[in-house]
């Protein structure tokens, strides 16, 4: 009779704990489940905000079953836009050309300085590149870098300063080896703040004013680029971690709403899965060499400072960029 109680009541234990176990999955499953659906919904709101296509562009497709793997090479053009009330368009204070080659999982940027002398074809004269997105925006700006570089550029990403310190904050600031100690004001408080020499935790707004300085760097535009691939790369593989999957819907809202690209949504799991396998590879840094001079602009109708490419330079990138874009090309 005893033996008889104790298997009940170990049966009615396992039961018990299998109970308990299945609650607790169907809790879990259910938060998943929850959890999956308001990701799916914000994200569509987001890309749906953001999709902002380029004339020529192809229509995004809502069918999920164009979501693909992305395997030729490509272009991705990176600005930061500095924007007034009064403008319609602004400015472009950051321009960053990326070529990714999944074939050969490398990525390649090359900073553009936005004081570089260009013939924007839209207006009929020359100017700076920075002030193509002032006369016409995107367009205008992507197809003069066109034309400079004598490659395709297939997509854009595009975001404001205030998009820019959203996202470094919401990813918990951004991890960087400042190259020198340097004294540099922020654009928001005015206050000047100290970066010194070595490892440093950024927040938004210390981060836009450690990517947007120059002139206290003496190595110029080439340090500015080191300094701006460190922080792109730095929010890339914190929005991709694991560690940050608590803040994806907050990360989404921020692109949604300071982000612009013509991107379609259908590619973003094909980009996705191509940055998990080559993230590890260090991202090459190219050069564009030149020097400063001052010109006399008839448009502002006083001597300006403008950065003349020099030729050779400009040739070995334009060169460069195309042999890391043919899909041949296994040594690139």
């Given at each position: ?66 979501i ?20 319609k ?64 550029i ?93 803040k ?26 191509m ?37 050779d ?20």
């Open positions: 009779m005893s033996i008889s109680r104790r298997t009940k009541r170990k049966s009615k234990k396992k039961k018990k704990i299998l109970y308990i176990l299945l609650v607790l999955s169907m809790v879990l499953l259910s938060g998943v489940v929850v959890f999956a659906t308001n990701l799916s919904l914000e994200a569509k709101r987001a890309a749906s905000k953001m999709y902002v296509p380029l004339e020529g562009d192809k229509e995004e497709s809502t069918n999920t079953d164009s693909t793997d992305v395997d030729s090479p490509f272009t991705m053009l990176l600005a930061g836009i500095e924007r007034k009330e009064e403008e368009y602004g400015r472009s204070d950051m321009l960053l050309i990326a070529t990714i080659n999944p074939k050969t999982q490398k990525i390649s940027m090359v900073s553009i300085p936005r004081d570089t002398i260009v013939d924007i074809e839209e207006i009929g004269m020359k100017d700076k590149i920075n002030h193509a997105y002032s006369h016409g925006g995107m367009k205008y700006t992507i197809n003069t870098l066109e034309k400079l570089l004598e490659i395709p297939d997509y854009y990403v595009s975001t404001d300063f205030q998009g820019f310190e959203n996202i470094v904050d919401t990813v918990g600031g951004v991890n960087v080896d400042v190259p020198f100690t340097v004294d540099i004001q922020l654009a928001d408080t005015l206050k000047w703040k100290t970066y010194t020499k070595g490892p440093m935790l950024l927040q938004g707004n210390e981060a836009l004013a450690y990517v947007r300085m120059r002139k206290r760097d003496t190595e110029g535009d080439r340090g500015r680029n080191t300094r701006q691939k460190q922080v792109i790369q730095d929010i890339i593989n914190k929005a991709t971690s694991l560690n940050n999957i608590t994806i819907d907050d990360m989404i809202k921020d692109v949604g709403e300071n982000v612009q690209t013509n991107i379609p949504s259908s590619k973003y799991l094909g980009f996705m899965k940055y998990q396998k080559m993230k590890a590879n260090p991202i090459e840094q190219l050069q564009l060499v030149g020097e400063d001079k001052k010109v006399y602009s008839e448009i502002e109708r006083k001597d300006i400072w403008y950065f003349f490419p020099d030729e330079s400009l040739k070995e990138l334009k060169d460069s960029l195309k042999l890391k874009l043919d899909k041949n090309d296994s040594e690139i």
